[in-house]
């Protein structure tokens, strides 16, 4: 399946943004989606993952209660609707899928999109 993840930019402290992630190539719907992040000098780590079905997602604790992860199987879409955003938030987001669901290790899933740049200035 190949990604195009979509929706990065400026925001200041407190902001909102919403990041796109769309699927082509195979059925989007048996695929279990996932965001990671990598700020500069950082190991990529987990964000946020969302069922192949959207009935069970699964948030990194530092976004839990900020960021939510929706999956729109018609449109081949997933998004992730990130609010209250913080400077540590800053980071090239990376949208992912697999068939396997659960793994927070990045090395683990098996397609990815381009990344797009989240800056959250104060």
């Known amino acids: 399946v190949q990604l195009q993840a979509s929706g990065g930019g400026l925001v200041q402290v407190g902001g909102s943004l919403r990041l796109s992630c769309v699927a082509s190539?195979?059925?989007?719907?048996?695929?279990?989606m996932a965001w990671f992040r990598q700020a500069p000098g950082k190991e990529r780590e987990f964000v946020a993952a969302i069922s192949w079905s959207g009935s069970t997602t699964d948030y990194a604790l530092s976004v839990k209660g900020r960021f939510t992860l929706s999956k729109d199987n018609a449109k081949n879409t997933v998004y992730l609707q990130m609010n209250s955003l913080k400077p540590e938030d800053t980071a090239v987001y990376y949208c992912?899928?697999?068939?396997?669901?659960?793994?927070?290790?990045?090395?683990?899933?098996?397609?990815w999109g381009q990344g797009t740049l989240v800056t959250v200035s104060s």
């Open positions: 992912a899928a697999d068939r396997t669901y659960g793994n927070k290790v990045a090395s683990t899933w098996g397609s």
């Open positions: 190539g195979r059925t989007f719907s048996n695929y279990h």
